[in-house]
């Protein structure tokens, strides 16, 4: 807008005039933010969205991202009936199953569709064949047809968001570059651009494939990798009178298709991806003048998906070609959109939309937007927040691994406990090469190896206990093996993943109790577990805090969890005024082993002076003892429901301590145990895990975590939610039991009491000693009811569960006290 002058100031700046800046101005003017500019390099829709295919899918393997994508059909729909319309068309889309288990994914999604009212309905091949005539239906199982997913034009799409921007009063400015971010004691002050400078409150990085260089303006690391994604459209040959065709999916082959006027557009994920301008060694560096451009067309690599096209719709093989499209695109190392708030206040980051960007936009928009109004997320983002990557991203080889591995799996199946292949052995324990000695099968964990479980050549492995179809894939019967030898003598578990954070300074006792909900300050060498609450008390973080000071106190979180616990204690501290509290990641300083049983104390005491008896050393107590000459804090608690001591020990001592200990248990067969089977333990429990069974959109009460909520306080972040919340709960976290422990459920199931759905499963797993299968799920409060049976159905069959009380194990906590 050349009328217009570059203002000095503005509340607001969002970067980048692609379909994401200009879904978040749009929706930003829509919550009645009027000091808002977008800034844009070239022209609006000139990056990865003027030659977007346009294809908009609503189904997504995330709750959330269904639900972001739902309310973006509903936009584009709106905005349809204004005087900018998008080209909306709600041509429906087919995915079809080319093999037996990519038909039980598809049932699996059905089910879960409907806990969202998604018309996602089962078609047979016949069906399919129907409602897309050109295809050549020789292997195809079955499929799925959505009536309200469609397609969009992505450059008139970012037209009429930014046409509404403007109208709520966003100040659009092209040709206008940001070239600096300017910071302040870490809080967002100005943009410098080619035109001047802007002071300003907030920055939203909306650059798409360009977000990680403008991050690096804000020396924040956006892991996003611009990867080349190709398509061609086909010359007109459909006859003039024939039905719009719905788009269509052949994840097995690799391929999509829709129509493009009278003709097909068709475009897939190569097998052999490849970066644009990034490599191993270094960031991208895209020209500075790659705009409204494309890349050269690569056949080679495209020539799988052209011949698989050819197969499914044979036409293909005859019709002429008018374009061939290769552009590139954002894409983040796990195929999820990058979000919100980085460690920068107020510095946020849409980006990344990993080549479903146009169906996600304005779900984007809708939730950036509000996350910046209400300053936290308005839904659960975890899957998506930026916080998620863990500093491994800061390397470009283990970014560009991770995002290659994940591109090439784009339509996968993904089985539950799958494991990443590329970027491993990035952070190891300092015991590391014993596991390895020793036959641990390791898993990844936020770039930490960890031990799922160990292998012995010379152990009766007995699989009878193996889950019913694919949720069995990646399961090992040495798991329950290990769960056994937990409960009936002792385990010896490597945590030293376990995220650890000290807070020191005069003030953090006050400032721990401000953003904590539990009373934390209980004295030195008292550890508490703790949630932490937003504003609305939905739960941020969980964790146990150990008091080792009067102003020094650590806190133990889950291994993923360092960067978005670490960031939400910055931002109360930022943003509460208590900036003189240090705030430190210790984590690599200790390890943490975790030893727990009826036997851990006989174990334990034999290598230690200090009186481990319950009236010396409480639970939830914590000490300095000495364990064969080191010194090492040892915490009375528990995550699988046994009696027992994690032990936060010096790196350099760590694999004396350990093989100390294990030396002790010889006589009572202590067993090194893995990840696995702690999950298993703790869903016997009962004990909660942070974005499985609760998270930001979940409170305390209806979580069963009240006892953790120290109402009494004065002040905490989240009291005045939760005062209003804890009364009228409608919906309760409740345990389910599955008869046949092989019935295991792998999350987002519909739960069915009298045919109508009821909830959806949040995690489940097998409890090898009360030998049944295991689920939780929020159900309402009049349902919720210990004895009530209810229905959960897994891969299209409808399995009776029954609502069981808490705990299911040991309900007394006998063992834990003992
Ligand atoms: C070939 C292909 C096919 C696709 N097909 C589909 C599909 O069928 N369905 C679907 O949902 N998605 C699809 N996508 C994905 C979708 O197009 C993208 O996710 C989306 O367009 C990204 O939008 P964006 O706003 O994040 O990025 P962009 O459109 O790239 O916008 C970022 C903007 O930031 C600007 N910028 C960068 N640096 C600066 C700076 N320093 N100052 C000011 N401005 C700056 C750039 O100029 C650019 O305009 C496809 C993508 C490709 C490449």
């Not at 020789?138 to 469609?150: E, I, K, Q």
């Not at 129509?259 to 994920?269: A, C, D, F, H, S």
């Not at 939830?620 to 064969?628: N, T």
């Not at 309402?780 to 004895?787: H, S």
């Amino acid at each position: 807008m050349a009328t217009q002058e570059l203002p000095s100031r503005a509340k607001i700046v969002v970067i980048g005039g692609g379909v994401g800046g200009t879904s978040v101005a749009y929706h930003l003017a829509q919550l009645g933010e009027k000091d808002v500019i977008l800034l844009e390099r070239s022209d609006l829709t000139s990056g990865s969205t003027f030659h977007s295919a346009g294809l908009v899918g609503q189904l997504r393997a995330d709750p959330t991202l269904t639900k972001m994508n739902m309310y973006s059909v509903e936009l584009y729909r709106k905005l349809q009936q204004s005087d900018t319309p998008p080209s909306w068309r709600e041509c429906g889309s087919i995915k079809i199953a080319s093999s037996k288990e990519r038909m039980e994914e598809i049932r699996r999604q059905i089910g879960w569709a409907k806990t969202f009212g998604l018309d996602l309905q089962e078609i047979s091949t016949q069906q399919a064949k129907e409602l897309f005539p050109l295809m050549d239906t020789t292997d195809v199982v079955g499929g799925c047809y959505m009536a309200s997913d469609g397609q969009v034009d992505p450059s008139q799409l970012t037209q009429a968001m930014a046409a509404g921007a403007r109208k709520g009063g966003v100040k659009i400015f092209t040709h206008t570059r940001v070239l600096a971010i300017n910071t302040d004691r870490n809080r967002i002050k100005s943009v410098s651009t080619d035109k001047g400078e802007i002071e300003c409150e907030i920055v939203v990085n909306c650059g798409g494939m360009f977000a990680a260089e403008i991050g690096r303006l804000a020396k924040v690391r956006v892991p996003i990798i611009p990867m080349s994604h190709q398509y061609l459209i086909t010359e007109n040959f459909l006859p003039d009178d024939a039905k719009f065709l719905p788009s269509l999916r052949d994840p097995d082959n690799l391929i999509y298709f829709r129509q493009e006027v009278k003709g097909l557009v068709m475009g897939g994920y190569e097998r052999n991806s490849k970066p644009f301008t990034a490599s191993s060694t270094s960031y991208d560096q895209i020209p500075a003048d790659f705009n409204s451009k494309l890349l050269p067309e690569e056949w080679d690599r495209f020539e799988e998906i052209a011949t698989n096209a050819a197969k499914r719709v044979p036409k293909m093989s005859e019709i002429g070609l008018k374009n061939f499209i290769n552009g590139p695109e954002g894409f983040t190392p796990d195929n999820e959109f990058c979000l919100g708030e980085t460690s920068v206040g107020g510095f946020y980051v849409a980006a990344g939309f990993c080549a479903h960007g146009i169906a996600g936009a304005g779900g984007i928009g809708k939730v950036v937007a509000e996350w910046i109004v209400g300053g936290e997320p308005s839904m659960d983002l975890w899957h998506m927040d930026i916080k998620r990557f863990s500093e491994a991203y800061n390397s470009p080889k283990f970014t560009l691994a991770r995002v290659t591995e994940n591109y090439e799996a784009y339509y996968d199946i993904h089985y539950p406990g799958e494991e990443r292949q590329s970027a491993r052995e990035e952070n190891k324990s300092p015991i590391y090469q014993w596991h390895k000695d020793n036959g641990a099968v390791f898993g990844e964990k936020a770039a930490w190896e960890r031990v799922n479980y160990y292998l012995n050549p010379n152990e009766k492995l007995d699989e009878s206990l193996k889950p019913n179809g694919w949720v069995g894939k990646n399961w090992h019967p040495a798991v329950s093996l290990e769960h056994f030898a937990t409960r009936e003598s002792a385990g010896l578990f490597d945590e030293s993943s376990f995220s650890k954070i000290k807070i020191t300074g005069k003030k953090s006792g006050e400032f721990l109790n401000y953003v904590c909900a539990n009373n934390v300050v209980k004295g030195v060498g008292r550890t508490t577990y703790t949630q932490a609450l937003n504003k609305k008390g939905g739960i941020e973080s969980d964790y146990t805090v150990t008091q080792v000071a009067d102003d020094e106190f650590l806190i133990i979180t889950g291994t993923a969890f360092l960067n978005h616990d670490k960031g939400w204690l910055e931002k109360v501290a930022r943003e509460g005024n208590f900036e003189e509290v240090e705030i430190t990641d210790i984590t690599k300083q200790l390890a943490c082993f975790g030893i727990w049983g009826p036997n851990a104390r006989k174990i334990l005491q034999k290598v230690t002076n200090a009186d481990l008896s319950n009236q010396a050393f409480g639970f939830m107590h914590s000490k300095i003892i000495e364990l064969g000459g080191v010194n090492l804090r040892a915490t009375r608690i528990t995550y699988v429901g046994e009696l027992g001591w994690e032990l936060y020990v010096p790196a350099d001592d760590a694999l004396k301590v350990w093989l100390l200990i294990l030396e002790a248990g010889n006589e009572f067969n202590l067993r090194p145990c893995g990840y696995r089977a702690i999950e298993s333990l703790r869903l016997e429990k009962g004990y909660r895990a942070w974005a499985g069974e609760i998270n930001s959109e979940t409170n305390p009460f209806e979580a069963g975590l009240g006892f953790a909520v120290a109402m009494k306080k004065d002040n905490f972040v989240g009291k005045q939610a939760v005062e209003r919340l804890k009364d009228n709960l409608n919906r309760k976290l409740s345990a389910l039991t599955f008869d046949d422990i092989k019935d295991v459920a792998m999350g987002n199931e519909p739960i069915f009491v009298n045919n109508s759905v009821v909830g959806r499963v949040k995690s489940a797993g097998q409890g090898y000693t009360i030998k049944k299968a295991i689920a939780y799920a929020y159900l309402p409060a009049d349902i919720a009811k210990v004895g009530t049976k209810v229905e959960v159905e897994m891969f299209g069959t409808k399995k009776t569960a029954t609502i069981e009380a808490e705990p299911l194990f040991d309900p007394q906590s006998e063992r834990i006290k003992s």
